[in-house]
């Protein structure tokens, strides 16, 4: 994996987890879920003129990940309404490099050389271990916080395929990024509207900026990571990615004074060294 393509993976890790610990400060989760979202397609609608549309070629993929993108803000809201960031980070993300691995190899057939292969099963590893240290308060928590983690790890998987797959199609992936946020953006606004508006109202009214500001930051993560999707393999950069749980992990005792476990500690001193191992990979 050459550096720039590194260096991004990390900075879209890095932000993720800290976008993760904002929304789980909010005082309606949910809410702001919904409007991050919201916000993210208003950003991202102007930016159509400079960027262009994505080819037609990605038309199917596209319009499954919208639908994907929906369900993923919504049940990630739902998820931190009910647990903290400790739990419900490594509880969605932690599996996903290696589903999304063993996917790519049977229905894309994009196999990893040796050395990628070994740094994958080396940040899985620590990406369970850190999962290890938040199962164990879970396990006694309301079914409702893990049937929503478990959702969000399948629809994880899945927009990580669907959307690698379409931007490889997309003759931009940038623009492929754009105008996706654009439509989920709303088809968000539609729902918001419809079902929940009490609720998304009081969130725009607690503060739009913010929320604007993290929806510019998601759509620049996302943005990056299609990017990073045309120039290396998808469960390679699955991996990298899900290293926000390595972030998340420091965030959530230095910030949110959650306490140190060894398991913590061992799983983020395993990514840290598939971090390290990345650039020969």
Same mark, same amino acid.
């Given at each position: ?156 998987? +899945?927009?990580?395929? #669907?959307?690698? @797959?379409?931007?490889?199609?997309? !003759? $931009?992936?940038? *623009?492929? /990024? ?70 998340? +992990?420091?965030?959530? #005792?230095?910030? @949110?004074?959650?306490?140190?476990? !060894? $398991?913590?500690? *061992?799983? /983020? ?13």
């Amino acid at each position: 994996m050459d550096g720039a393509t590194f260096l991004v993976i990390l900075g879209v890790a890095a932000v993720t987890a800290l976008l993760n610990c904002a929304l789980k400060h909010q005082p309606d989760p949910f809410a702001g879920s919904l409007l991050l979202a919201i916000a993210g397609g208003a950003v991202a609608f102007p930016l159509i003129f400079a960027a262009g549309l994505p080819a037609i070629e990605c038309a199917p993929y596209f319009v499954v990940s919208v639908a994907l993108n929906v369900l993923y803000w919504t049940f990630l809201g739902r998820a931190y309404e009910s647990g903290d960031v400790g739990t419900v980070f490594p509880l969605a993300y932690g599996s996903a490099p290696a589903v999304v691995l063993l996917v790519t190899c049977a229905f894309v057939q994009e196999y990893p050389t040796v050395n990628q292969f070994a740094v994958i099963v080396v940040i899985s590893g620590g990406l369970l271990l850190v999962l290890h240290s938040g199962a164990k308060l879970a396990m006694w928590s309301n079914r409702r916080m893990l049937t929503n983690c478990a959702a969000l790890t399948a629809i994880i998987c +899945a927009f990580t395929i #669907v959307d690698a @797959l379409g931007a490889r199609r997309s !003759g $931009s992936p940038i *623009a492929y /990024a754009i105008s996706l946020y654009a439509c989920a953006g709303l088809a968000m606004l539609v729902y918001g509207a419809t079902r929940h508006s009490r609720r998304l109202l009081g969130a725009l009214e607690r503060g739009w900026r913010p929320a604007l500001f993290w929806g510019a930051a998601s759509l620049m993560i996302y943005c990056g990571e299609l990017w990073a999707m045309t120039r290396a393999p998808i469960a390679l950069v699955a991996a990298l990615r899900e290293s926000s749980i390595l972030f998340a +992990a420091i965030l959530a #005792v230095v910030w @949110l004074k959650e306490p140190l476990r !060894g $398991s913590r500690m *061992a799983g /983020a001193g395993a990514v840290a060294l598939g971090l390290a191992l990345m650039r020969l990979a």
